[in-house]
Nanobody, 123 residues
Framework: QVQLVESGGGLVQAGGSLRLSCAASVHTLSNYNMGWFRQAPGKEREFVGAISWSGGTTAYADSVKGRFTISRDNAKNTVYLQMNSLKPDDTAVYYC????????????????WGQGTQVTVSS
């Protein structure tokens, strides 16, 4: 399994930006496709976006498309989630996750998870 640690969360005003990082303790992150998910209180964990092992393929939830961007630096074993034009509805704990084979929008397809980082967007 891959050990994942998220960072970069915090409190931001609506319209602001944050960049989350997900550092992986693994020999080579390029063996894994990465996903970002979020979970707000009382709600199910939902897909935010995903990126293939090479970075050549990305997918986003409709709710964040055009505002969020996923990227990765395999040399640094790190994946990023750039979040712009944040809205109060984006408030949640954000998790990164890893899986081999292909990207997926389903959280049950991911075996390795970080502990999460809190993002709070004030209105």
């Amino acid at each position: 399994q891959v050990q994942l640690v998220e960072s970069g969360g915090g409190l931001v005003q609506a319209g602001g930006s944050l960049r989350l990082s997900c550092a992986a303790s693994v020999h080579t992150l390029s063996n894994y496709n990465m996903g970002w998910f979020r979970q707000a209180p009382g709600k199910e964990r939902e897909f935010v976006g995903a990126i293939s092992w090479s970075g050549g393929t990305t997918a986003y939830a409709d709710s964040v498309k055009g505002r969020f961007t996923i990227s990765r630096d395999n040399a640094k074993n790190t994946v990023y989630l750039q979040m712009n034009s944040l809205k109060p509805d984006d408030t949640a704990v954000y998790y990164c996750a890893a899986r081999p084979y292909s990207i997926s929008r389903a959280y049950r397809d991911y075996a390795s998870w970080g502990q999460g980082t809190q993002v709070t967007v004030s209105s």
